[in-house]
């Protein structure tokens, strides 16, 4: 048994590092910002924003290594600026010399540096704009027609200001000079040289992975709490609605099902199955509400319940009575699709010929149904059961809006519509692993019911 174990823990390990690798990059096409720059966008702390980037990792390559080109540097992503990084891989992608390219760039900072310098007055104020401008668009972009443009409009300004043309007049030559130096250097052919730039641990997917192992989930975008705490907070009121539903469903569904199969065309097997049919077909959202309506407010029905909604975030008696609704919304439809499962499993174990032998021998028949159909038909059940874990942990987003229940559906739900990533993909990641750990719990429940299975020979 330990054996087995250990091997299906091995073989959840790539499985556990591809979904990892899918949403972390995921997060990275959905796109991250620095705190700094949401709030003073335009107006930049740059040593403000560095440390914060490397205390977030964003500083570091993005994985182990990156397949490129010859061309392509791997200090690439050491440029801070996400628009100035793009750009500057436009141009390698062009040309290919990233030497010339690097000496443009250099030109182009000094440039910068040269007109933030310039004190400006009533004469130049106007001439001093229009340079900041050409400066900030060729930073950000790659493509030759609009350098040259911005080029050319750095000219008019010289040549409409001789003050300016004096001050400025060197950097501007570097400038053309060093761009100039790219194309008629261009070495396009390293493009097709295939390469590979190595990394090592020091990466962001290391550096996200190891965190969230550690329990550390990011930063939520909407309040900049952190994620986990966010989690810690909503994720108890899932598991009270949850937990009690999942036990509630097995213990009533089992023995059900165990004899409405048993007990097959009986008056009671009719009724049950037709209850359970009508049961299944009510929709989530109707029953809850419903159960609001007619039983929580005495305009429309009987106010045998408290109000939707919790005082607090304590599990106290008032609270504890308010979950009384949503268990039920979330485990009738269950107990129905639980129960015609059982029913099903076991009618198809009950024709098996050992059945028939079991019979034949004079065992009695609770007997046979306990000790031979019984562990038998639990297969589905425990293949369902699989993905009871994340279920648990992920809520319901309709029972958990209905009765305004702030659980993880919720969080979920509210995390899409704010675009708050980081809580987003940290949820999807722990129900990833859950989904792991229930299918691992599901494949040594089939050993358990019955020896005979040994999957560790597939």
């Known amino acids: 048994m330990l054996q087995y174990i250990l091997k299906r823990i091995l073989y959840f390990i790539p499985t556990f590092l ?38 977030k990792g964003y500083d570091k390559p993005i994985f182990y290594f ?37 000496q443009y760039k250099k030109a182009l900072q000094q440039f910068d540096v040269q007109v933030d310098g310039i004190r400006p007055n009533q004469s130049n104020r106007k001439g001093i704009a229009k340079l900041q401008k050409a400066v900030n668009l060729l930073f950000v972009t790659g493509k030759d027609p609009v350098i040259r443009s911005q080029l050319d409009k750095i000219g008019v300004v010289m040549q409409e200001d001789s003050a300016l043309l004096t001050l400025i007049r060197p ?84 023995p059900l099902g165990i004899y409405t199969a048993v007990y097959r065309d009986t008056t009671f097997d009719k009724i049950t199955s037709t ?21 929580t407010t005495p305009e429309y029905g009987m106010k045998w319940f408290p109000s939707v909604g919790l005082n607090g975030n304590e599990l106290t008696w008032e609270n504890m009575t308010k979950l009384i609704l949503p268990i039920f919304c979330v485990t009738y439809v269950s107990l129905a699709f639980m129960t015609r499962q059982m029913r099903s499993s076991m009618l198809n174990t009950m024709q098996q010929d ?3 032998t079991a019979k034949a021998k004079g065992l009695s028949e609770r007997t046979v149904i306990w000790k031979h159909a019984f562990r038998n038909s639990l297969f589905p059940l425990i293949t369902i059961f699989g993905s009871v874990v994340p279920s648990a942990f ?58 005979r299975v040994r999957l560790e020979k597939k």
């Open 275 to 295: 209850f359970l049919y009508l049961l299944y077909s009510l929709p989530v959202f109707w029953i809850g509400t419903m159960l609001v309506n007619f039983f």
């Open 354 to 356: 050992y059945i028939r």
């Open 18 to 55: 591809m979904v990892s690798l899918i949403i972390f990059f995921l997060s990275k096409a959905a796109g991250e910002f620095l705190q700094c720059e949401q709030v003073t966008y335009g107006n930049i702390n740059i040593e403000d924003c560095k440390q914060e980037a490397h205390q």
């Open 66 to 102: 990156t397949f490129s080109t010859a061309a392509h540097p791997d200090t690439l992503y050491k440029v801070f600026r996400e628009e100035r990084r793009n750009a500057l891989h436009h141009l390698v992608g062009q040309y290919g010399n990233w030497s010339e390219i690097t």
């Open 394 to 451: 992920a809520g319901s987003i309709i029972v958990e809006q209905i009765f305004n229940i702030e659980g993880m559906g919720l969080l979920l739900l509210g995390s899409i519509r704010n675009q708050d990533w980081p809580v987003v993909y940290a949820i999807l990641m722990i129900a990833a692993i859950l989904t792991m750990i229930g299918l691992l719990v599901a494949d040594i429940l089939y050993v358990m019911a019955d020896p």
């Open 171 to 254: 950097q501007v030559l570097a400038l053309t000079t060093a761009y100039t130096m790219i194309k008629e250097n261009a070495t396009p052919n390293k493009l097709f040289i295939p390469s590979i730039n190595w990394y090592g641990m020091d990466n962001q997917y290391h550096f996200w992975i190891t965190n969230f192992l550690s329990g550390n989930f990011g930063v939520s975008r909407r309040d900049y709490n952190p994620v986990e705490d966010k989690i810690k907070q909503q994720l108890p009121w899932t598991l009270y609605i949850n937990i009690p539903a999942i036990i509630i469903v097995y213990l009533i569904a089992v």
